[in-house]
């Protein structure tokens, strides 16, 4: 059995090679059962259990909590572990840091769908949040962007700027900003990933043409932009069956009537297929929504691009 830490993670995922494993891994059948939702201390820090496999061949369970009150103290909002299992023999193959394989699996998806998405031409890049993903979804976005400006948007003009200065560290130019109206305005690509409960990314702020990863709200609960903006736009979803079930953005439009289900175009597997109907934007004015909640064939690709680059 192999133990394969964070930075050993870290290492084997440049953001490039891993959205290129993603498309492929998508178009393989997996299968996976919804996940299983804990809330152990009955407040808003949950526990949830993710497993998927490939019959015959191989499992990931994925066990993450997510303290949503740690981004006050400072400390990890979200902390994860990752167990393969042999589909052959039932025997243990790896256990791998969950916490990294989720950071780069969540911001290599979002990079993903804004690669077909997003504007051509697309090189102003917004990250509204400065938790742990936020330098992911920069780094994970210029992987496979011309970016000309990065800038983070957080509340905390302090917290932004820690953000900016790590991926200074890493080559990557950014800047911060606590004004949301104004950095709306002047970007190409939002990359909204906050633990936001009431939306806050208001509808007339958002320009026509504007690619916006709504990625951050994981729960029926949350939600980050306004329910009016999903009728103005083309809404796409990593899975159309845990968007409509988990995604608060998308929940509150349909009870208010704004959309239907249906308005949900279609799902990352379908988007990266070159024989899949839907046809992502339509024009250069259209705004496009990916709407994100997670799901655990993700984390099984992630898991198996990790193992095949890594040395025992």
């Not at 308005?263 to 004015?285: C, F, M, N, W």
């Not at 496009?288 to 099984?300: I, P, Q, R, Y």
């Amino acid at each position: 059995m192999r133990f394969i830490a964070k930075e050993e993670v870290a290492r084997l995922c440049a953001y490039a090679p891993l959205i290129q494993s993603l498309a492929r891994g998508l178009l393989e059948p997996t299968e996976s059962p919804p996940r299983s939702h804990f809330n152990p201390n009955h407040d808003t820090s949950v526990v949830l259990i993710m497993p998927a496999w490939k019959p015959g061949r191989i499992m990931g369970t994925k066990i993450i909590s997510i303290w949503p009150e740690n981004n006050a103290s400072g400390k990890a909002t979200v902390s994860a572990v990752y167990v393969v299992t042999s589909c052959e023999d039932g025997s243990t193959l790896a256990v791998i840091d969950g916490t990294e394989l989720t950071l780069r699996r969540t911001a290599a998806a979002a990079a993903l769908a804004a690669q077909i998405l997003a504007r051509r031409g697309s090189k102003k890049l917004a990250v509204l949040g400065s938790g742990a993903l936020a330098s992911h979804m920069a780094m994970a976005h210029h992987s496979v962007f011309d970016l000309t400006e990065i800038t983070i948007w957080g509340r905390q003009i302090d917290r932004a700027q820690a953000v900016v200065d790590a991926l200074a560290k890493v080559g990557i130019a950014a800047r911060a900003s606590t004004d949301l109206q104004s950095t709306l305005a002047g970007t190409d690509m939002v990359a909204a990933v906050t633990t936001a409960t009431t939306p806050f990314i208001r509808s007339e702020w958002v320009k026509p043409g504007t690619h916006l990863g709504l990625i951050g709200a994981f729960t029926a609960s949350m939600a980050e932009a306004e329910p009016q903006l999903l009728c103005q736009a083309r809404l796409f979803a990593d899975t159309r069956a845990g968007v409509l079930e988990k995604g608060g953005e998308v929940l509150q439009a349909l009870r208010a009537g704004l959309i239907q289900p249906a308005d949900v175009r279609a799902e990352l597997a379908e988007l990266v297929s070159a024989s899949a109907p839907a046809t992502g934007r339509s024009s250069e004015q259209d705004i496009t929504v990916f709407k994100s909640v997670g799901f655990a064939a993700l984390d099984l690709i992630a898991a198996e691009h990790v193992l095949q680059r890594h040395s025992p």
